[in-house]
């Protein structure tokens, strides 16, 4: 009985034991316990130089409405964001504002790495074309990349001490003036080609490349480039004009194989574009860093502020996407048009012909450009309760501008297709294709139907029975449809989208319309 005492008093003392152990019995807490959570404020900037105005999205904390939660920057590019149990670590990504040294609006979109906010070790955190960068790079080695770059020995000793936390650091703040140009410009080449592919339409009007897309292809172009080598000369802020064409080069394979639809081209005059704004602006930049002493970077960002030289207007007129503006139909200006809805323009029927004509030139060009715009007429005459339509729809114009944005050339090319449509019963609905180049331009800039509707013979046909039913009293409007397929209208046209369908050719485009009483 003894031995079988003792037995059961060790295995009372073991049971005890391992329910303390586990929290258990005696109604004393006796273990550890998780402490509550506590929210903290996490800081936090948006460099380009520093962007006012932005919206910073934290990418995967959702509010109540599961939406991605979103705050904005103040006029030093600052933001707060408090942390919660459901948002401890998110990625974050900035789009909008103000460049607060250049005073451009900022089109571009900057990343930073899903980041533990609740223990981010940093005096803030920091979303900049490095932390851009770094989050397209894949498998590719920052240290490399950022070498390639061409960042200072003491900045790459700063980051490497840092384990490359790029989050952690304020170029603005912690690099030198030719470091921070050189993240500026990187930037602005990311800009352009982003804007570029984004402007860039399919035949029905719809964009060909979303934002998203966009950003991953040319900070991916970036990537291979830095991955394979330099990208400014040695020293520099000046880009390397091998490398740059080489990169660029990489954004048009690769978007095209993106785009996958061979009716789409992406114009080289597209990427010569870019490759001159934005060289223009690396060596306005260069002289800048290399004639002001031993310039910080918040001192250059000071300087372009400031205007000093005339920087901040070499940089703005360089870093402007050009887009098509002033706009002409029928040689009425957009004043005219829009004014005579309810009253109508008086012109001659035999006038009517010869004001058959779309003009329109490009704001913000720096070398020469070209374009491939579908374009459509449609004639709609009104007589009392009886109504008149000729539809024209053509596919393809190439277009030319100057340097100064001029329209120098526009040619229909041979394979080009035409449809017509009317309502008139002696005419049938017909597509063809042009057996050779037209030249639709006129020496005024404007591109003129009359040309076309003079230089082929089913299509003078069928206007000129058209035109035949017309007569004087008759209200006619004339709507044109423009889709630009690598640039787009300048939104401050406030242009309106409308759908075009036309004997099977549908697309959406801005349009325009002329209000016309004829007498």
Known sequence: MKHKTLKLSVLSIALTSLLTACGGGGGSDGGSTTPPFTSKTVAGQAVDFYLKNATVTLTDCLDDKNLPIVVNTNE????????????????????????????????????????????????????????????YAGSANIESLLTNLGLSAETLAKLKASNFNLAGFDPVKDASAKDMATI??????????????????????????????????????????LSAGKLFTDGTTKLDATALQNLLDTVQTDATKAINDNTIVIDNTVLNQISHSVGTVADALNTVVTTGGNLTAEALQQKLQNNEGGIQDTLQAELLTPVYSDFKLANYDLTQIKGSATTPLAIGLSQLTSNLNISFKMKNATTSLHDTIKLAFALHGVRNTTQKDLNVTVNSIQASFDNTGNLEKAIIPAGAKITISSTINSLKNTTFSIDQDIKVNSSNGAISLQTLIDSNATLKNY???????????????????????????????KLATSQANFNGENFSAPSLTAYFKLN
């Open 463 to 493: 206007y000129n029975q058209y035109y035949s039913e017309l007569a004087s009293g008759d209200a006619i409007n004339v709507t044109a449809y423009v889709l630009p397929i690598s640039y787009v209208i300048d939104a401050d046209l």
């Open 76 to 135: 030093k590019g600052e933001f707060t964001f408090d942390t919660t149990e459901k948002c401890q670590s998110s990625a974050m990504t900035v789009t909008g504002g103000i460049d607060i040294a250049t005073g451009l609006n900022f089109t571009g979109t900057l990343k930073i790495q899903k980041t533990d906010l609740q223990n981010f070790s940093s005096a803030k955190v920091v979303v900049s074309p490095l932390t851009t960068l770094q989050v």
């Open 184 to 225: 500026f410009v990187i930037q602005q080449l990311a800009n352009q080609i982003e804007d570029s592919l984004q402007n860039i339409s399919k035949s029905d009007g719809s964009p060909a490349l979303d934002v998203s897309k966009a950003t991953e292809l040319a900070f991916g172009a970036l990537v291979k480039q």
